[in-house]
Every structure is written in C-alpha cells, then in structure tokens.
C-alpha cells in the first residue's frame, strides 16, 4: 500500500540555528537566501519563537517584529510557524489574557499562520487561551504534547492529552520531542492510536541529539503522520533536527520527488557559507549523546550549565549536577524538561551541588513550580519537598498590570529618551511588556543614532524596510 507523503516544515531559521548556535542568526544574514526557501515547497518555515525574540533584543540589537516583516516579505508561497510558551507568551512569566491576544493579534498580522502552542507541564488550561485567540484570528492553532518518559508518562497518558487538545478548539496537534527520547517503535504506536482517536492533522518535531531522530520520523511517516520538522543539512544533526534532504530521499523515489535537489543544495551551500560566522556559540557535542536517554537533559540547557560552573572554577561537579537533575525531576513529579521547566530545574540542581546538600537553597522559581504557579504537576511531589517549600507561598507572579497602564509606562519612557511616536504601536509595546529591561536598553541604544535613523524610527523603527 502507497503511503500518504507526509508535509515538511523547515526549521532551520528558528530551531535548526537555535539548537547549534544559539539563537545568534543575524537577519541580514537570512536575508539573502529567503526567496530561494520560498520555492522549495516546504508546507512551512518555522521562523520566530521565545529564544528568538529574546536573543533579537538581547544580543542582536534588532527589533524581532522587522525580523517577521523580512520574513513576510518574501515568504509569498510557504506558511510562517512560530513556537508559543502558552500563558508565558515569548517570556519567561504568566501573562494576563489581554496581553496575550494583543501578541496574537500581532503576530497574525505580522505573517504568522501557525502557532505552536505548548506548556511545559503540559497543562491544557495554560494553552487554552492562545488556541482562542489563534482561532480568532483565523490562523492554525496548533496544540503540542510535550513528550518525556516517566512512570505517570504513557500511551494513556498521551492519547487524553491530545483528545483534550482537539476539545479545546486546535486545528492541529504536534509532538515536541525536545530531547529525542521518543523511540522509533513508541512513535509508530503513538502515531498510529493518535490518528484513531482524534481527526485533526498530526505534526513530529524531534531532535538528533540521541540518535534516533531519523529513524523515529521515518516511522512516524510509516505510522501516517501529516507533517514532520527538519533542518537543511548544513545546520542539522548533533543537537539539532533530521537533514532536510535526507528525510526527503527517505520517503520519495528519485522519479516521484517533487522537491528539488539542486536548489536544496543551494540552500544548504549558502547556510554552511555563513555557519563559519557563528563558530563561538556552537556546542561541543561532536557524536551522539546517549546520556540523554538517561537524565534527559536537553543540550541547550546542558551546555548552559556546564559554562557556569566553568565561570565558578566548579567544572569537576558537572558529573554530579548531571546525576541530579533527574532526581530532582522525581521529586517534583516527573516535569518535562523544555522551556522554563527545564532552566527551573537547572538551576535548582546547580543550586543543590554548589552547597554539597539538597534543597539547602531554593529559588523562588522552584518554590512557585512546586506550589503550581506554573500549572498542574504530572505527577506526585516528594511530601519532604512540599513540606518545605510551603513554607515560602510567596504572592503569585502574573503580570496583571493592563496592556492601558503599560502603554503608559512605555510613553513616558519614550518621552524621557526623546523617541515619542513609537509608543503608540503596539509593537513597541509588547517588547517593553515582554522585555521591559532588555527593550530599554535597545530603544536607548536606537536613540544614541543621528537624526537620520531616529527620524527611521519614528517611521516605523524600520531596520531593514526597502
């Protein structure tokens, strides 16, 4: 029997080069390879997420809503995707409904047409609110399991999860496989009870890092899933995502390949031609990193916390930091490990050697995973651990100050520096709202410019508007 081909999101614009080099990717050098994308016939580009809106503002010095308006540009054929945090948005914090339908309603405008929601406890009532808002704005709402393995993670476990996410209103459903734990045969068998139990279209996003990444989509294209997430192969593998390319020669005969091979080819010339720029951020894994099997640690989050314990002259506990992770993960009921969960956890463990003792030290932000202030745990507390940091409830952390009173905020600080028209659009806003001290400091930094680029500003703070 011939098999459904399945649709090919590329990521290297958004995952693919935040999984290798950290999310550096200037946009000019995006710039000149876009059109090309454009004729590939890929279902869809992922472009924008929480770390490249961070990094834009943070590193870059660039403004992450004229990134989308490049990618608008000249994406004519092919779907924009972004990666959405649920309540947390871009961020790192719970955000009140009306600012997030304001970043909704913005990014639709902006050219997003997908949005990949997910939370990081996989608690629906966190994504609830952005599948509304994507589905009044007419885009594809796209709810996301976040997949791990534990004693309280199974097929039943998956399966009411994504029938809940469908209930919810989502037009589609995707697979976070953030650390490349899902085996090929799980993913068969996952794939396969999906599609008998829910009707909406079945998306895998997977990583390298374990090894199992190619063999785990081709499996997932055996088991019929609609759409899988690959990377060109000059920014593929290691912490990354399955070749583009190779993916394709996969599930396609030479004869019956709609994609072009030569012009993936020069696609992937010109992204190796510029990778050379980047050399400083990219990760020390040169192999496979079985080890994830077994603690689970994302490579992102590894690395960051092998540099600081570098910066701590403390590299000789990284053995011990890596073994804590998991137990800590126990604990706290078998949390997935992705966006914030994972920096919580991280940085608990850290906190747990450094002292030479467990939980000596605990940082608010664990103590407000703990209590629920990030949704319903999966799994069951350690009572010795609850026990302790019920004693420090602390005051819930949402941002309930009104997008009117922010708008405020953000014309007076304007005022201050002397750029007053840009804080009318909403835009501006949502980066004072999201970033409020990373967005100072650029704004600031816009305005040290001559007359020239402050009146461009004005305009429409236009970096790269031709």
């Known amino acids: 029997m011939e098999l459904n081909k399945p649709n090919i999101t590329e990521v290297v614009l958004r995952d693919g080069q935040q999984s ?9 050098d995006m710039k ?10 890929f ?11 961070d990094c834009c503002l943070r590193f870059l010095n660039e403004d992450p809503w004229e990134r989308l308006k490049v990618f608008k540009k000249h994406f004519k054929n092919t ?4 990666l959405l945090r649920g309540k947390n948005l871009v961020g790192y914090k719970e955000y009140d409904d009306e600012v997030i339908e304001l970043f909704i309603k913005n990014a639709s405008k902006y050219g997003i047409g997908i949005f990949r929601i997910f939370d990081a406890l996989n608690d629906i ?16 709402s796209q709810g996301t399991i976040c997949y791990t393995t534990s004693p309280v993670h199974n097929l039943k476990y998956w399966i009411k999860l994504a029938k809940n996410i469908e209930d919810l209103g989502a037009k589609s459903l995707a697979i976070k496989d953030m650390a490349g734990l899902l085996r090929p045969k799980v993913c068969y068998e996952l794939v396969t009870k999906l599609k008998k139990n829910i009707n909406i279209p079945i998306h895998l996003h997977t990583h390298s890092t374990t090894g199992l990444a190619d063999a785990t989509n081709f499996k997932a294209y055996e088991a019929g899933v609609d759409n899988l997430d690959t990377s060109i192969s000059s920014f593929s ?3 990354a995502h399955t070749a583009t390319e190779s993916l394709i020669s996969m599930i396609y005969e030479d004869n019956t390949n709609p994609f072009d091979f030569n012009l993936l080819s020069e696609i992937s010339e010109y992204f190796q031609s510029i990778r050379h720029k980047y050399k400083e951020y990219e990760g020390s894994l040169r192999g496979t990193d079985i080890n994830m099997l077994i603690n689970q640690v994302p490579g992102g989050m590894l690395s960051i916390l092998e540099k600081q314990l570098l910066d701590l002259k403390k590299q000789n506990k990284l053995k011990d930091l890596i073994k804590e992770i998991p137990k800590i993960r126990e604990d706290v009921g078998y949390v997935p490990l992705v966006t914030p969960s994972s920096q919580i956890v991280g940085a608990q463990a850290l906190m747990n050697v450094l002292d030479g003792k467990r939980y000596k030290t605990l940082n608010k932000e664990f103590i407000d995973l703990v209590l629920g202030k990030y949704g319903k745990i999966p799994g069951k507390i350690t009572s010795s651990l609850l026990k302790k940091v019920e004693k420090f409830k602390q005051d819930d952390d949402i941002s309930h100050v009104s997008v009117k009173e922010n708008r405020v905020k953000f ?3 304007c005022n201050e520096i002397g750029i007053k028209d840009i804080s009318k659009q909403d835009t501006h806003l949502l980066n004072f709202i999201l970033f409020n001290k990373e ?28």
């Open 411 to 413: 014309s007076a600080f």
């Open 20 to 28: 290798l080099i950290a999310t550096r990717m200037k946009t000019e």
């Open 32 to 41: 000149p390879i876009l059109s090309k994308m454009d004729k590939v016939g």
């Open 237 to 239: 593998n290691l912490y």
């Open 43 to 53: 279902s869809s580009v992922e472009v924008w997420g929480g770390a490249t809106y």
């Open 125 to 140: 009532n966190n994504i609830k609110p952005s599948i509304q808002f994507v589905n009044k704005e007419g885009q594809n």
């Open 439 to 466: 967005s100072k400091e650029f704004y600031q930094s816009k305005n040290k410019n001559t007359m020239n680029d402050i009146i461009g500003l004005q305009e429409g703070f236009g970096l790269y508007i031709e």
């Open 79 to 82: 779907k924009l995707q972004m």
